[in-house]
């Protein structure tokens, strides 16, 4: 039994534009959809995660999803949105890159089961190695006119910017290539159907007259809105870069946080993009933030849904406890608990100062420890003032005058984490 795709993307606000009967085609049994990735680095980023949750969703309709790298593509470059052109791949890295993108892809779609809908991983460089530039131009290219290509977006605002450079043949062709893997899919798979985000329409459309052109058939096109933010800043980017899937890129802790950190109108229309909560429960969970949303309720929820369907409960749990190491109450246990990335994450930006393990041989006394040795606080007597009124923490334990600063006070043999009142930290980095 099929279920309403369409119907499903256009309430998630996932829908931007779709070729005329894409629905009815879609709602007369199982159809095969494919969606391209760029595989231009070993990790997908949340940019691409708008596709693949139209691929999940796609699998939940009863619909076949096909996930395609594009390794030939990923060699030219999409000129789509884009001022300058990409770094090419070899084969080597583009292999490395599929294999890591697979994994990744796999906690969102069911590869593996004997269902008839499971999911397929292609790479159209697999199918583009062995055609000859002739062969293309010949069965490919003689059927697309330059007038039609020139007549798409994504090329008439490379050819209008100011970009000194202008658009390289390589580029100017892209729209061919990617319509090639369309005529291919539905000529191999009875793929009908792809989807994209809505700057990739005019590369779809190419695909669909392909398939009409050479194929005999009829192809449907689907795009999804790009996801913007609030504020006019450009969503998946913070200060450090792109905010990746992969854990030693982006730890779960700044993912955990960067959503939690999303505004009421973004996280409102995130939530129903970026999580499978149903929406009756979206729309109950919409009015309860509304009547307190000094509880932050719809951002915790995104955040906790998204962080353990890309990495796991046990991360979510860890993102958390160390979120409550900045934010809330939390024990010398809990900071103790963090490894060497969160710790640096989450005091990421607090001041540091170096000092020898053989300093802690016999005990580093809290007078140096504030003062003299880090410069945290700005004199000796200061150090004793803030002492004597309690408010100074060892790993968020608070200490007296006499307390001596050993190596069991160590956070992963190599930081200790000192504290003057609620929110003034310091990090001791022992070498």
Same mark, same amino acid.
């Given at each position: ?124 460089? !697999?199918?583009? @190695?062995? %055609?000859?530039?002739?062969? #293309? +131009? ?7 006119? &330059? ?118 109108? !973004?996280?409102? @229309?995130? %939530?129903?993009?970026?999580? #499978? +909560? ?7 969970? &919409? ?123 160590? %956070? ?20």
């Amino acid at each position: 039994m099929t279920l309403n795709f369409v119907k499903e993307l256009e309430w998630r606000g996932m829908l931007h534009d779709a070729m005329p009967g894409t629905e009815e085609h879609l709602l007369e049994g199982m159809q095969s959809a494919y969606v391209g990735i760029d595989p231009t680095a070993d990790s997908l980023h949340i940019g691409h995660l708008v596709g693949v949750m139209m691929l999940r969703h796609f699998q939940l309709a009863g619909h076949k999803p096909y996930a395609l790298i594009g390794g030939a593509t990923g060699m030219i470059g999409d000129p789509s949105g884009k001022s300058t052109e990409r770094n090419l791949l070899d084969e080597k890295t583009l292999r490395h890159n599929e294999k890591a993108l697979k994994e990744q892809l796999s906690r969102f779609l069911d590869f593996e089961s004997d269902a008839e809908n499971a999911a397929v991983l292609v790479n159209n460089y !697999d199918w583009m @190695k062995d %055609i000859s530039f002739l062969d #293309f +131009i010949r069965d490919v290219g003689k059927h697309i006119t &330059v007038n039609y290509m020139m007549a798409k977006d994504s090329v008439k605002k490379r050819l209008s910017s100011e970009a000194k450079e202008g658009m390289s043949f390589t580029e100017f062709t892209y729209q061919l290539v990617q319509g090639y893997d369309f005529l291919h899919l539905y000529k191999e798979h009875n793929c009908t159907l792809q989807m994209g985000g809505s700057d990739q329409w005019g590369n779809i459309t190419t695909g669909t007259e392909l398939i009409r052109r050479i194929g005999g058939g009829k192809g449907f096109a689907l795009t999804c809105p790009l996801i913007t933010k609030a504020d006019g800043t450009k969503f998946g980017k913070t200060e450090g870069g792109n905010v990746w899937l992969d854990a030693n890129r982006t730890s779960p802790y700044r993912f955990y946080q960067y959503w939690l950190n999303t505004s009421d109108m !973004d996280a409102e @229309k995130y %939530i129903k993009i970026f999580t #499978f +909560i149903p929406k009756g429960e979206i729309e109950e969970l &919409v009015s309860q933030h509304k009547e307190a949303p000094h509880t932050r309720l719809l951002q915790k929820r995104l955040a906790d849904e998204i962080t353990v369907m890309v990495h796991s409960q046990d991360d979510l749990d860890n993102a958390v406890k160390a979120s409550a190491i900045l934010f809330g109450k939390s024990t010398g246990t809990d900071v103790k608990g963090l490894d060497e990335k969160t710790f640096l994450d989450v005091f990421d930006g607090v001041p540091q100062a170096e000092i020898s393990a053989s300093e802690l041989e016999s005990g580093l006394d809290m007078i140096a420890a504030l003062s003299a040795k880090t410069g945290f606080l700005g004199s000796n007597g200061e150090a004793r003032r803030e002492l004597k009124q309690n408010s100074v923490s060892v790993n968020k334990e608070k200490v007296k005058e006499d307390y001596l600063i050993t190596k069991e006070d160590l %956070i992963n043999e190599k930081f200790v984490l000192l504290q003057r009142g609620k929110k003034n930290y310091f990090v001791l980095v022992v070498n």
